[in-house]
């Protein structure tokens, strides 16, 4: 790895498409927030200023006030009785079996003494347990005191500004280079890059020199990103580098939710992306601006970190983020588009790349026919292959796919020409055998190829020198930030069939990789149509390649059904916005399972005790008051319940907040959080 983050040799698809933005104006204290304590917390908290939850004092203080000081009155008023009454019986029990001696003054002093401390002691064990004045003492008698006492600061130590140094490993190390970072402003994504750069270094310590001299002639701008920048404009999500969270929210202070998690900041992070997560709501409950966003805005910092790579797919209407934060910005169809796309994805195994394409190019409902058309496919794009080096375009493939005979003719010769026609025989004859049969899938693809065929996407896939240079998934070896900007307005069915191509392609880079280093992360800001058989598998996959993907739907129904419940054993964590459909909101609470509550029933029967007398009382009171006497029975039994049902998910989650369960890549997992996105 470059000490440039870049992993090496920038790969020609990264170039820069926009100015370095402006760095923040805002003084930012280094030394304070590099030394901020991080406490090591469940999954999912904030960690940043988190202050560990003490379960015993919260269920303390969950006892209103009145009723614990009315308690303690009462029972040191009754301590105190029991105090006065029984010293002086203990005495004169004591005085009875002649266990005190009148003459001897101290003798009795002692025993006196004695008893009032064993009586003391026992009236505290008692009443003070009962009347909880350990919680009064620490709730309001404690803090009074310690107001009014005053503490000594203790004398500063000479050697303390070494703990909180940022650069303190650095210093040691290289101690000009530290000297250059103190006399210069830098951020938090400085920091974080120049940090993971220092790691590095540590890692292979002959790289030190390289580092060191970098350091000292650029500065804060040292081990910088390929792209030069350092930071993204406009950024407004928490996030915190070293730990790598983005804070979404906070955690409510409710019974459903975990006592570790109340109150305590909400936040993902790799560990926790690296399972994938489901986000299903309406259109208008926040999955764009409160979850894609923040997380699209997380990966760019941690990319410019030199940490991760991040693929943010939606609509060139979805609020995404600006084209400053992205180095590569495709969006087919778009005239000033820098980019286009490579259908292939650059893979290296011509049948993988076309069963690929084929997926993507086939409508939901011709699902049934993927397999007759991956095969067509593979026996055009794989001898074009052998023949020409490279990957058929559009129109070329279009051609071959329809029947062409001018175009078969130049195929057959290039490869008669190349040593190869007697490899790809059985593939062409078997093609051309199927041309013009009411079956034949060639004909369905390249009637959706006609599709990509149109003169508004000639440069963003169609080879030749006017061609945009084509992104190709490969480059996810490197730190990239690349935003696919959808056209669904104008040309809809091009939409779903790029996105569900370029997700495709992403689930077999990121699995492909050599260089997991990086976290390769996904966002798309609408799955329903990337979503298929092959994803599915693919998302369980990239557990263990340092990938995940954060995949938002409208509704489970826009998903053909056999995939619904694989796609939730797929991924990791689960997240419910408030408004999705009962039917829904019934395979989150499966998903979620059910949990023992305690539930007390009571029941009222008519009163028909005692004798004549009772009787006569009660139908008089009856007679009166309109109500008959009756007894009360109260039963209390554990059950087991669903932890969110599909109607509370479907009509009691409140605006603004969302229920999500979390799962690690090493399996700790998280049950339903209800939490306020909007804090």
């Not at 025993?111 to 003492?137: K, Y």
Request: charged share 20%.
């Amino acid at each position: 790895m470059g000490l440039d983050g870049s992993r090496g040799r920038q790969a020609p698809q990264a170039q820069r498409t926009s100015a370095v933005p402006p760095q923040r104006t805002l003084p930012f204290d280094l030394a304070a927030w590099a030394t901020e304590p991080r406490p090591a917390a469940p999954p999912g908290v904030f960690r940043l200023g988190h202050r560990p939850h003490d379960g015993t004092r919260a269920e303390q203080a969950a006892v209103p006030a009145r009723p614990l000081l009315l308690r303690a009155a009462l029972n040191l008023a009754v301590g105190t009785v029991v105090y006065l009454q029984g010293v002086p019986l203990i005495q004169s029990l004591l005085t009875a079996v002649g266990l005190t001696i009148p003459s001897s003054f101290v003798v009795s002093f002692l025993i006196a003494l004695a008893v009032n401390v064993a009586v003391l002691i026992g009236v505290f064990m008692v009443f003070g347990s009962m009347g909880r004045w350990t919680e009064v003492w620490r709730r309001w008698v404690a803090p009074v005191l310690s107001r009014t006492v005053t503490h000594e600061e203790p004398a500063p130590d000479a050697e303390a500004p070494l703990t909180t140094d940022p650069w303190a490993g650095v210093r040691v190390a290289a101690p000009a280079a530290a000297r250059r970072l103190d006399g210069e402003p830098v951020g938090d994504v400085d920091y974080a890059r120049i940090r993971h750069a220092w790691e590095t270094v540590l890692a292979d310590p002959d790289l030190l020199p390289a580092f060191a001299e970098q350091v000292e002639v650029r500065g804060a701008a040292a081990c910088a990103h390929p792209s030069e920048a350092r930071d993204l404009p406009g950024r407004s999500g928490r996030h915190d580098l070293l730990a790598r969270q983005v804070r979404l929210g906070t955690a409510q202070n409710v019974v459903k939710n975990p006592l570790a998690h109340r109150s305590a900041g909400f936040a993902l992070d790799p560990q926790l992306l690296g399972t994938s997560l489901l986000a299903v709501g309406p259109a208008g409950t926040g999955k764009t601006a409160r979850l894609a966003r923040p997380v699209a805005e997380a990966l760019c910092l941690q990319a410019l970190a030199g940490t991760a790579c991040a693929v943010v797919i939606g609509a060139a209407e979805s609020d995404l983020g600006p084209d400053a934060w992205y180095d590569v910005v495709i969006a087919p169809g778009d005239p000033d588009s820098p980019y286009g796309l490579d259908l292939y994805g650059a893979a290296a195994d011509p049948d993988e790349a076309a069963a690929r394409l084929a997926d993507a190019l086939l409508p939901d409902e011709l699902a049934a026919r993927a397999e007759t058309a991956r095969t067509a496919l593979q026996q055009v794009v794989g001898p074009y292959h052998a023949a020409h080096g490279r990957y058929p375009g559009v129109r070329e493939l279009r051609a071959l796919l329809g029947g062409d005979g001018d175009a078969w003719a130049v195929l057959r010769k290039a490869l008669q020409a190349a040593g190869l026609l007697a490899v790809h025989e059985a593939d062409l004859q078997h093609r051309e055998s199927r041309h013009g049969r009411v079956d034949d899938p060639g004909t369905l693809l390249a009637d959706r190829l006609a599709l990509l065929d149109r003169p508004v996407f000639t440069r963003s896939f169609a080879g030749g020198p006017d061609a945009l240079p084509p992104f190709a998934m490969r480059a996810l070896e490197h730190p990239l930030r690349v935003r696919v900007k959808l056209p669904e307005r104008s040309h809809p069915e091009v939409a779903r069939m790029l996105s569900r191509l370029v997700v495709a392609q992403f689930v077999q880079a990121a699995s492909a990789r050599t260089e997991r280093s990086l976290f390769a992360g996904l966002v798309v800001d609408d799955a329903s149509a990337a979503v298929d058989a092959q994803i599915v598998r693919g998302l369980q996959r990239m557990r263990t390649a340092n990938a995940g993907a954060v995949l938002l739907l409208r509704t489970l129904v826009d998903l053909p059904e056999p995939l619904r419940a694989p796609l939730f054993g797929a991924v990791g964590c689960r997240m419910a916005f408030p408004g999705i459909a009962p039917w829904d909101g019934r395979l989150f609470s499966e998903a979620w399972g059910t949990h023992l509550v305690t539930e007390t029933a009571v029941t009222h029967t008519p009163d028909t005790s005692g004798g004549l007398v009772r009787k006569a009382a009660r139908a008089g009171r009856k007679a009166l008051s309109g109500t008959a006497a009756q007894t009360e029975s109260v039963t209390t039994r554990d059950v087991e319940r669903h932890r969110w049902s599909p109607s509370d998910l479907a009509h009691a989650l409140p605006s603004g907040h969302a229920v999500v369960s979390l799962t690690t890549v090493d399996g700790d997992q998280v049950p339903p959080l209800l939490v306020d996105l909007r804090d």
